[in-house]
């Protein structure tokens, strides 16, 4: 399974998407809004994914809910993440609601053929405008909780889970995806406020994915291609084996880096598994005519082996009625 996580154009797969997709390189594709006009199009254009790539091949969304849910029509409409707590009213309703929540996004995306969703976001809500209801909550202990609610529907349907933006994206109000958002808290500062969300949460992550934030006081590049971040906080401090994605390449947060293969060959230096480069053609091409072929990844050839628990429907329906009773709220 190769490095690169690219997307598609559309809602079918033209040859030139299914050349590149034999490429090597590539280990994935994630899908967006452009790529769904129903729900049997979809599984058809999934089907024509893993055929062009003839090997296996991570097929990822962002699915989260809220404003961040690609696929609408014939899929259950989820509540932003920060939306909980105003739904809910105590914390174990909330959970149960976040736990409902988890288990309907990610059955409805393996019934597609869709092996995860890049979530849940662990960002605290602050000052980041992009994050905002993203973010399950504005204190550290209601984002633990939640957090690891939905992580628990999720796997439990054999979806692993994805935690973003590592070290914590929730502090700064810049936009990383049109500009580079610069973090000047101390790293005492972030251990102890963000990135202990990830420390209590790593444990059952299955992927992490980092922030395009550079944390001036700490490393003078973003965290997505920090090996300071990646290798010596992420891997040794807090211990995480799992996968570590990076975030798309084609963001302004990651431009600081230089072109597109310079980003690419960063972010895979610093400590990441599978880098993404989305919406940029040229740019994606230009990794690939520049990148070294990758050898097999053992994590990344793991990653995606969850199995869904033999009652998987029957949690299906239950998380359905646990909705359906906010329905009038959403």
């Not at 058809?44 to 809910?65: K, M, N, W, Y």
């Amino acid at each position: 399974m190769g490095p690169l996580m690219l997307d598609c154009a559309g809602t079918t797969l033209p040859a030139e998407e299914r050349e590149r997709l034999a490429h090597p390189l590539v280990g994935g594709v994630i899908l967006f809004s452009r790529n769904y006009e129903c729900r049997d199009q979809l599984i058809e254009l999934i089907a024509q994914i893993r055929r062009a790539a003839g090997r296996p091949i991570l097929i990822a969304v962002d699915h989260e809910g809220g404003r961040v849910q690609r696929f609408r029509e014939d899929f259950t409409a989820i509540p932003a993440m920060g939306k909980i707590r105003q739904l809910a009213g105590s914390l174990e309703e909330q959970c149960v609601l976040a736990r409902a929540c988890g288990t309907i996004l990610a059955y409805e995306l393996k019934a597609v053929n869709i092996d995860l969703s890049f979530g849940p976001v662990l960002d605290i809500d602050g000052a980041s405008k992009v994050i905002g209801d993203r973010g399950f909550s504005d204190r550290i202990s209601e984002v633990i909780t939640l957090a690891g609610a939905v992580i628990d529907g999720m796997q439990e349907q054999g979806i692993p889970v994805t935690g973003k933006h590592f070290p914590g994206h929730g502090s700064v109000e810049p936009d990383s995806h049109v500009a580079l958002p610069v973090d000047e808290r101390s790293e005492q500062q972030i251990s102890e406020f963000d990135m202990s969300v990830f420390k209590a949460l790593s444990p059952r992550l299955d992927a992490v994915m980092p922030a395009h934030v550079i944390y001036a006081q700490v490393d003078a590049q973003p965290a997505g291609f920090s090996p300071y971040w990646l290798q010596e906080v992420l891997r040794k401090r807090l211990g995480f084996g799992g996968v570590i994605f990076s975030d798309d390449l084609s963001m302004h947060g990651a431009s600081v880096v230089g072109g597109y293969p310079e980003r690419a060959k960063a972010a895979l230096s610093a400590g990441c598994d599978m880098v993404l480069a989305c919406n940029n053609p040229t740019g994606a091409a230009a990794i690939l005519d520049n990148l070294d072929v990758a050898q097999s990844n053992p994590r990344l050839s793991r990653f995606n082996q969850r199995q869904a628990s033999d009652d998987a429907a029957q949690r299906y329906q239950q998380a359905k009625d646990v909705l359906k009773q906010y329905e009038n709220q959403l």
